[in-house]
């Protein structure tokens, strides 16, 4: 049989119109309790929990239908507030999605109650090392007295300073990016509401030769999204000549800033 599983896309807080974009076709609304589940109907052959299992191993069958289901849930976020589901949420019967909506009905009102008005927004801080290191005698006491330690001795001397400054440097860049980095959180996260830290991402997932320092999801309220932009351009021209480079993502569907519990 074709097309009998229930695959979930969100929940909103109003009745979608889908006759607004013609990327909602195929899409239809459960109504439940006051909340609008988004959901579309699925074939077993590509969603049941045995041939999701495998396509999940499809890089190409992912990416095409995980950037499909985010992409709608964008679309619907400017119509609405939404509950993001994860990618590949089924359910086999919609009393069971029913049931999902009973037991969980306080959560998901706080849910929106926080996210109401709000975007996320994500922040990814990187660093070149070598560009900071280079600049290390005017951003390290330590190091500027030790370079200068070095000018004035003999070349013997000067030989094992410059290994000893050589580690030095490299504590020294370690902590430095750890103190831009609380810099940077602290003077972002003043114009949110709230912030997940996400795990830092080795260069081989970012396709980049600089390290990241700080991933950070920021849950920003939509009228301060400009002064939230602005604020992240300043501190990116401010300490790009240091190595430092901000890269700022979004709006995403708030999955970091939703949390569900079951009622007691």
């Known amino acids: 049989m074709n097309n009998d599983l229930i695959y979930v896309y969100c929940i909103s807080n109003k009745l979608p119109d889908f006759r607004k974009n013609k990327e909602f076709e195929g899409l239809s609304c459960i109504s439940f309790q006051g909340f609008y589940v988004v959901v579309k109907m699925v074939p077993e052959s590509e969603f049941s929990e045995e041939n999701l299992k495998k396509n999940l191993s499809d890089i190409s069958w992912v990416d095409t239908n995980a950037r499909s289901h985010i992409g709608i849930i964008g679309l619907l976020m400017e119509y609405s507030t939404v509950i993001p589901f994860r990618f590949g949420t089924i359910y086999n019967t919609r009393e069971g999605l029913k049931e999902f909506v009973r037991d969980y009905s306080e959560s998901l009102m706080g849910n929106f109650e926080r996210i109401e008005g709000c975007e ?5 801080i990187y660093c070149n090392r070598k560009a900071l290191s280079e600049q290390i005698d005017d951003l390290s ?52 509401e709230a912030s997940a830290l996400n795990n830092l991402l080795p260069k081989e997932l970012t396709g980049r030769d600089d390290m990241m320092i700080l991933n950070v999801a920021f849950l920003v309220r939509k009228n ?30 708030p999955f970091s800033f939703i949390m569900i519990k079951e009622q007691i």
């Open 120 to 124: 996320e927004w994500a922040v990814k």
């Open 141 to 192: 006491i330590e190091a500027s007295d030790l370079e200068k330690q070095i000018m004035a001795s003999s070349p013997g001397k000067a030989f094992l300073l410059r290994r000893k400054k050589t580690d030095l440097i490299e504590n020294e860049v370690n902590r430095l990016t750890k103190t831009y980095g609380q810099e940077f959180y602290d003077e972002i996260n003043k114009l949110c």
């Open 224 to 253: 301060k999204v400009d002064e939230f932009s602005a604020a992240i351009k300043s501190l990116k021209l401010k300490y790009n000549e240091l190595g430092f480079d901000i890269e700022l993502t979004g709006p995403w569907p």
